[in-house]
């Protein structure tokens, strides 16, 4: 890792639904390991919502809100959580590096997303799946990464259950600072004119 790399801090867009012991876990891991001020999360606390009446409106909702943050933040690596995921694809800023834990693949994986959001955008993502999470499909993740750039996208297979969330931190830190510098890695290679990757994303603040 370069000198250069190793000074500029990374700043974290956390992206979740719904605001639990699990989700409010993952963020104080990354609150620990990059600061409070680098990490900012989508914070919904209310589960009554009746997803089947209102799901449209609170997907859009929600889309908006993390259209903010990332403003806010000016983020250079995503980390989602299951249906936060579907949030990540939806941002409208530059493409950032992601770490996807548990996508939920009947939204992630459908031909409408692909359509509309080219996962090749992105330069670099790593899926997080567990072997005994029976509701996130590994196969589907594994058939993606296979149609896509071998180097940009990978899949981190963990055997563990639904505490597949609550690794501990040096899990989260490792994967976090692989797609950053994989990213910037990638984007040397490339010139401006071939991608929309936004590259002011990964250099430090003013």
């Known amino acids: 890792m370069s000198p250069r790399l190793s000074m500029e ?9 719904y ?4 989700t409010k876990k993952i963020r104080s ?22 997803i089947l009446i209102l799901i449209f409106v609170y997907t859009l909702c929600l889309c908006c809100i993390a259209n903010k943050l990332f403003e806010k933040l000016n983020p250079n690596v995503i980390v989602a959580y299951q249906f936060g995921c579907i949030l990540a694809m939806h941002l409208s800023g530059p493409r950032v ?16 997303v692909r359509k509309e959001v080219p996962i090749a955008d992105f330069p670099y993502i790593i899926f997080v799946h567990s ?8 196969n ?3 058939q993606l ?28 830190k490792n994967w976090i600072d692989e797609v950053y510098a994989q990213s910037i890695q990638h ?8 991608t929309t990757i936004d590259e002011d994303m990964f250099k430090p603040d003013a």
């Open 9 to 17: 801090p990374i700043k974290i867009l956390y992206l979740h639904i």
């Open 19 to 22: 605001e639990d012991s699990k």
């Open 29 to 50: 891991l990354l609150e620990e390991i990059y600061g409070k001020d680098n990490v900012i999360s989508s914070k919904d606390k209310s589960r009554t919502i009746d």
């Open 97 to 112: 590096p992601m770490l996807l834990i548990s996508p939920v693949q009947e939204n992630f994986f459908s031909a409408r």
């Open 131 to 138: 072997t005994l999470d029976r509701k996130r499909n590994l």
């Open 140 to 142: 589907k993740t594994l």
């Open 145 to 172: 990464v296979e149609s896509l750039d071998k180097e940009k996208y990978r899949v981190e297979i963990i055997n563990e259950g639904y505490n597949l969330e609550l690794l501990n931190k040096s899990d989260y």
């Open 187 to 194: 984007m040397t290679t490339r010139s401006k004119s071939e």
